[in-house]
């Protein structure tokens, strides 16, 4: 039977393909196809994988103590007995065999598979099993990581015949974890929860893949293999849709297919309103690969390198000065002499890093991470990788034009901070005789604070950028990554739209360059609404470049400032902007 799931929409287009379930706890699974060829190996790799949680096993049961309550080596009876069950044992092969998955994908699937068998059981008793089913899962995928190093993941591995596309269901994906699947299998997502500008929506976005997040029950409701359509554009995910649905989405990914290609055209067209007026469109970015999708899209610089996403899934080990260096300068060449401007570490809130790494360096678990230890408050807090992090931004400079951007500042005592940090680092190159230029230093705005004291900051700072996923976030006081309250995350809000305004309007009036980096830059509902407001400078994920830039040669920025100053007083400014659009553009 076919049924809706509704959700947020936070990634556009439509995704037709087969579910592909994963726990939340194994999203970090290595997801990648093997060539049919290769499957005897990789089922010889989960055999030698299983003797080795065996012996584990047998191991254990054989070491327990004497006084070791009866319950354990029973337990590990189960346990051993399940990792020989043929529900697990050669119903992990088929997928191997028939799909092409790799062993561990083919271990998470099959694990969700029985998972679901366990929860529907009647017998609270066969219902408690289904840990034990997870448990011996674990040991399985923790032998398979020891056994081999991770292969890259692969969109182009599955290039053989008769598959179906897949989309990836789960509960939650880490933004970490989201970076993953860049160039992977999957050709859409879903998540149970999330909210339109967390991280992993933003990461989503940014490889321009149709995507639901917040969409509450779905990884209960979807089962694995049903084919679903995700509606990147309504927040829609219809479950096992009849052939009519199906016909008419497909219809729908013709038309948006057609209607890309023709914005492509408008990829290397200046970018100008009407009345003549330039507009810079530049790219978010999360990784230096990620320069070849900007210039490719007509990006004219890097507005925004996400740089702590070069701090994650490492295992507990920090990227070292040189590491970055050659990630920042891999960008910067990428772009073939644009401007990058790169963001210090943004860690905390929902981009932690990873359990080991927050480890290591002591920090206590924040109890409103969000208004905690994050970006440059951590940064300043950790006053050595700091410096580090300034030297490799600073020595990319030296192989072309290079920015560095300063995420969360609200006072003037982190402005001051910050210069000095820049200060030493540059002592200690050019003590050391390494070559750099100089770089434009900005603050982001994205704290209520740092905007509405924007003159004071703007003392110490180049320019500024406005973040403002985050500026909404704080601003209303909404968790962005909460779907709970993801109704009242609201752009439009009569306080949302004041700040930004102002912000604009202060830099420009103080000569300083600004530019919007978060979400709204890309979002069209804003493109006309930000021009009025004297923006000249938007930065966003390449794949909504062309249609950003559509709407600015269309606008005509002097006949909708006219229009903004209503819009701005009203208590539904949404409706007024519309209603002004109608009339002037
Ligand atoms: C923002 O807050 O708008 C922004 C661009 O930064 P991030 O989304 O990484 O927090
Ligand atoms: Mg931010």
């Known amino acids: 039977m076919s049924i809706q799931v509704f959700g947020l929409p936070v990634s556009r287009g439509v995704a037709i393909g087969r579910a592909?379930?994963?726990?939340?706890?194994?999203?970090?699974?290595?997801?990648?196809?093997?060539?049919?060829?290769?499957?005897?190996?990789?089922?010889?790799?989960?055999?030698?994988?299983?003797?080795?949680?065996?012996?584990?096993?047998?191991?254990?049961?054989?070491?327990?103590?004497?006084?070791?309550?009866?319950?354990?080596?029973?337990?590990?009876?189960?346990?051993?007995?399940?990792?020989?069950?043929?529900?697990?044992?050669?119903?992990?092969?088929?997928?191997?065999?028939?799909?092409?998955?790799?062993?561990?994908?083919?271990?998470?699937?099959?694990?969700?598979?029985?998972?679901?068998?366990?929860?529907?059981?009647?017998?609270?008793?066969?219902?408690?099993?289904?840990?034990?089913?997870?448990?011996?899962?674990?040991?399985?995928?923790?032998?398979?990581?020891?056994?081999?190093?991770?292969?890259?993941?692969?969109?182009?591995?599955?290039?053989?015949?008769?598959?179906?596309?897949?989309?990836?269901?789960?509960?939650?994906?880490?933004?970490?974890?989201?970076?993953?699947?860049?160039?992977?299998?999957?050709?859409?997502?879903?998540?149970?929860?999330?909210?339109?500008?967390?991280?992993t929506a933003i990461v989503a976005r940014s490889m321009d893949i149709p995507a639901v997040v917040g969409a509450r029950e779905a990884s209960r409701i979807v089962r694995q293999d049903d084919w679903l359509i995700i509606d990147g554009d309504a927040g829609v995910v219809v479950v096992n849709p009849s052939p009519i649905v199906l016909e008419e989405y497909r219809f729908r990914q013709r038309q948006s297919a057609l209607e890309r290609a023709r914005l492509d055209r408008l990829r290397h067209m200046p970018s100008v309103t009407l009345d003549g007026e330039a507009v810079e469109l530049l790219a978010n970015i999360e990784l230096?690969?990620?320069?070849?999708?900007?210039?490719?899209?007509?990006?004219?610089?890097?507005?925004?390198?996400?740089?702590?996403?070069?701090?994650?899934?490492?295992?507990?080990?920090?990227?070292?000065e040189d590491e970055q260096f050659e990630a920042y300068r891999s960008a910067v060449e990428g772009m073939h002499g644009m401007p990058v401007t790169i963001r210090t570490v943004d860690i905390g809130a929902d981009k932690p890093l990873d359990r080991l790494t927050v480890h290591e360096?002591?920090?206590?678990?924040?109890?409103?991470?969000?208004?905690?230890?994050?970006?440059?408050?951590?940064?300043?807090?950790?006053?050595?990788?700091?410096?580090?992090?300034?030297?490799?931004?600073?020595?990319?400079?030296?192989?072309?034009?290079?920015?560095m951007l300063v995420p969360m500042v609200?006072?003037?005592?982190?402005?001051?901070?910050?210069?000095?940090?820049?200060?030493?680092a540059k002592q200690q190159l050019t003590e050391a005789g390494v070559p750099f230029n100089d770089v434009e230093i900005g603050a982001m705005v994205e704290i209520p604070a740092a905007a509405v004291s924007l003159p004071h900051l703007l003392?110490?700072?180049?320019?500024?950028?406005?973040?403002?996923?985050?500026?909404?976030q704080y601003t209303l006081a909404i968790d962005r990554a909460d779907e709970s309250v993801a109704h009242l995350y609201d752009p439009w809000h009569p306080a949302v739209l004041r700040l930004i305004s102002d912000v604009i309007a202060t830099a420009n009036a103080a000569g300083k360059h600004v530019s919007?980096?978060?979400?709204?830059?890309?979002?069209?509902?804003?493109?006309?609404?930000?021009?009025?407001?004297?923006?000249?400078?938007?930065?966003m994920h390449p794949a909504q470049l062309s249609s950003i830039k559509q709407r600015i040669l269309r606008a005509d920025g002097a006949r909708l400032a006219l229009a903004l100053p209503t819009t701005l007083s009203s208590d539904d400014p949404a409706s007024e902007w519309r209603r002004a659009l109608g009339g002037t553009n």
């Open 361 to 403: 360096l002591r920090h206590e678990h924040a109890l409103n991470p969000a208004l905690g230890l994050r970006a440059i408050r951590w940064s300043l807090s950790e006053p050595a990788m700091f410096r580090q992090q300034i030297r490799a931004i600073l020595r990319a400079s030296a192989y072309g034009k290079v920015r």
């Open 516 to 539: 919007v980096c978060g979400e709204m830059a890309g979002d069209v509902a804003f493109a006309e609404l930000l021009l009025a407001m004297g923006l000249r400078s938007y930065s």
């Open 288 to 320: 230096p690969g990620d320069a070849a999708a900007a210039l490719a899209a007509g990006a004219v610089g890097v507005g925004l390198f996400r740089s702590e996403f070069l701090f994650m899934n490492r295992n507990g080990e920090l990227p070292d």
């Open 410 to 424: 609200a006072h003037t005592g982190e402005a001051r901070a910050t210069l000095e940090a820049v200060a030493r």
């Open 20 to 199: 592909v379930l994963v726990a939340s706890s194994r999203v970090d699974v290595a997801h990648y196809f093997v060539e049919p060829e290769r499957a005897d190996a990789e089922i010889a790799r989960l055999r030698q994988a299983r003797d080795v949680v065996a012996n584990e096993l047998t191991t254990l049961k054989r070491e327990l103590p004497p006084d070791a309550p009866g319950e354990l080596a029973a337990l590990l009876d189960v346990h051993l007995m399940l990792l020989h069950d043929e529900t697990l044992a050669d119903a992990t092969k088929h997928w191997i065999q028939d799909r092409h998955y790799n062993a561990e994908w083919a271990v998470s699937a099959q694990t969700e598979v029985l998972a679901r068998q366990f929860d529907e059981m009647e017998d609270e008793y066969l219902r408690e099993r289904k840990a034990d089913i997870e448990q011996v899962a674990e040991r399985l995928l923790g032998a398979l990581a020891k056994a081999q190093p991770l292969m890259p993941l692969s969109g182009t591995a599955r290039d053989f015949a008769g598959e179906d596309p897949l989309v990836l269901v789960a509960n939650d994906i880490a933004p970490a974890d989201m970076l993953q699947f860049k160039g992977s299998v999957f050709t859409g997502f879903v998540t149970d929860v999330g909210g339109r500008t967390s991280h």
């Open 459 to 472: 003392r110490y700072f180049d320019f500024v950028s406005i973040g403002t996923n985050d500026l909404i």
